[in-house]
């Protein structure tokens, strides 16, 4: 039997919403052992000049809980 927990995060990238997912989930992997699921949760990106300069991705990271 097994406990698990999720955790929110919000990546960015410069690139995509699918880069920002990744940066996210790399970033997460960085001091979370345990992850086995991603949801995405919201998208939006930040604008200037009419041109989008930054695309932001929430997400929902859920790993294991260790004995």
């Known amino acids: 039997m ?3 927990r999720v955790t929110e995060v919000i990546g960015s ?3 995509s919403w699918d880069d920002a997912v990744q940066e996210a989930l ?3 992997n960085k001091t979370i052992r345990g992850l086995t699921g ?3 949760t919201k998208m939006n ?5 009419g041109e989008i300069t930054e695309y ?3 997400v929902r990271i859920t790993f294991i809980l260790e004995d």
């Open 2 to 4: 097994a406990v698990a």
């Open 13 to 15: 990238s410069d690139k």
């Open 26 to 28: 790399d970033r997460a």
């Open 38 to 40: 991603i949801e995405v």
């Open 45 to 49: 990106a930040r604008i200037d000049d």
């Open 56 to 58: 932001r991705s929430h």
